[in-house]
């Protein structure tokens, strides 16, 4: 079992100015199973602002983990947290023993006093969201008006006790990778939708106006959030900054030369790969728009960070490379919406997947049928002779890709936990975990 953070995304609803009692709702689905969680609440864990508010006197009073039901409620209660002080500006709740699954919804309630009822800033965004009639249908509807929205006092987030080892990525980068524009119902950001797919653990960092030369200031934010979990590396990460540096007047030389910088911190917490991504476009003309295309230009020619991660080939336009494509756009120009945030998550699959990706096979030898066999390869065609195949799970393959003739078993930490005798039983194809594989043997390879 391992410890991980889990950064939620955006809330259904927030606090208001003037408002004493608050209560914040927080849809949420986790990327593979958990059997424990942790509810944190602290200021600065998702926004540059949020670390400096003053939470005098705030007093939480409950929280909440619960099954998301229809229109966005707590149809089920699964665990409860008692009151707590959070002057002191950080709090963690006490484990709660319950099983998270894979796909299944779930919600975070917490309510607390804020006698003051002062304007609380927070880096969820959802002061910057503005949903549709539809949207607000779906998560219970109510009103949402710019610029009076605010979720703080203490952002939250979770731990969760995950099988297995999985690999971690933390995806660095602006509003964008904080979810503005996230897709609704659960207002996940990118990250989370590629966890989500590839079953690994991808950790948004991102944190709303951030520029690369922000980062100074901010890269200790990555450690904090790392340091729920007692993580201190990943196991890479991605950078995706820029655009607000070039909004501002930046060049694009002075943008790239603070990127090295920022990948040059992004190497103190990872051992692996650090990506940089291109930037998508924000509707600009000029001066803007020619700096814009001179930075993903250079990102492409290499020399900066380890690869490239190209949203700005996935996002554009095709008629109107300035832009982003229409299928894509959020409520403005520069942010993307729902099929945007899943568009940049299929750009970085290859790049989690190549992080997962089990080793070449090169010296495995399987022991079935009594003698020990080599194995054929991994996520190859099984052949049609005696031969053990590894199959690992992609976003593209989530059962073994075999006929009939063969008898697979399912591993997880190294002990078989399923066999799939479809030889004799004309049984389906089987599922592959996120937190093992399947090895599929046929002809005299087929006994475990």
């Known amino acids: 079992m391992t410890l991980v953070p889990h950064v939620l995304g955006l809330p259904y609803n927030g606090a208001r100015e003037g408002e004493t009692e608050q209560t914040i709702r927080v849809p949420f689905r986790v990327p593979r199973a958990a059997t424990r969680v942790r509810l944190h609440l602290a200021p600065g864990l998702q926004d540059a602002e949020e670390s400096t508010l003053d939470v005098t006197g705030v007093q939480l009073t409950g929280a909440h983990l619960g099954r998301r039901g229809t229109g966005g409620v707590m149809s089920s209660i699964l665990h409860s947290w008692g009151g707590a002080d959070l002057s002191s500006g950080a709090w963690a709740s006490q484990w709660a023993d319950v099983g998270l699954v894979p796909g299944a919804d779930y919600i975070i309630s917490y309510a607390y006093t804020n006698p003051s009822g002062r304007s609380i800033a927070a880096g969820t965004m959802a002061a910057f969201r503005n949903p549709s009639a539809a949207e607000h249908a779906n998560v219970g509807g109510g009103t949402w008006a710019l610029d009076t929205m605010r979720v703080g006092p203490m952002s939250p987030a979770l731990v969760l006790d995950v099988d297995g080892t999985p690999v971690t990525v933390a995806v660095v980068g602006d509003s964008n990778a904080a979810g503005r524009g996230a897709n609704l119902p659960y207002h996940e950001t990118y990250a989370h939708i590629t966890g989500r797919a590839t079953g690994r653990v991808v950790i948004p960092l991102g944190y709303t106006g951030e520029t690369t030369s922000d980062y100074d200031l901010v890269s200790p934010k990555w450690t904090r959030v790392l340091g729920l979990a007692g993580l201190t590396h990943v196991d890479a990460v991605v950078i995706a900054s820029g655009i607000n540096d070039l909004n501002i007047g930046r060049t694009a030389a002075l943008t790239l030369s603070n990127l090295d910088r920022v990948v040059t911190r992004a190497r103190a917490i990872t051992d692996g790969p650090v990506h940089v991504a291109t930037l998508p476009p924000a509707s600009w003309t000029g001066t803007k728009e020619t700096e814009r295309q001179a930075y993903n230009e250079a990102l492409r020619a290499g020399g900066h960070g380890d690869g490239v991660i190209d949203l700005d080939a996935v996002l554009r336009s095709t008629s109107t490379p300035s832009q982003i494509a229409a299928g894509y756009a959020g409520t403005d120009a520069i942010h993307y919406g729902t099929a945007g945030h899943a568009a940049a998550a299929d750009a970085l699959v290859p790049l989690i997947e190549s992080l997962t990706a089990p080793a070449e096979p090169d010296g495995w030898h399987v022991l079935a049928s009594g003698q020990t066999a080599p194995l054929a390869g991994t996520d190859i065609e099984r052949p049609p002779s005696a031969s053990i195949v590894r199959y690992t799970r992609t976003a593209s393959q989530t059962v073994t890709p075999t006929n009939m003739w063969g008898v697979e078993v399912t591993v997880r930490d190294g002990v078989v936990t ?28 087929r006994s475990w």
């Open 418 to 445: 399923a066999v799939n005798d479809r030889n004799t039983t004309s049984a389906p194809a089987t599922p592959i975990p996120q937190d093992g594989y399947v090895l599929s043997g046929n002809f005299t390879l």
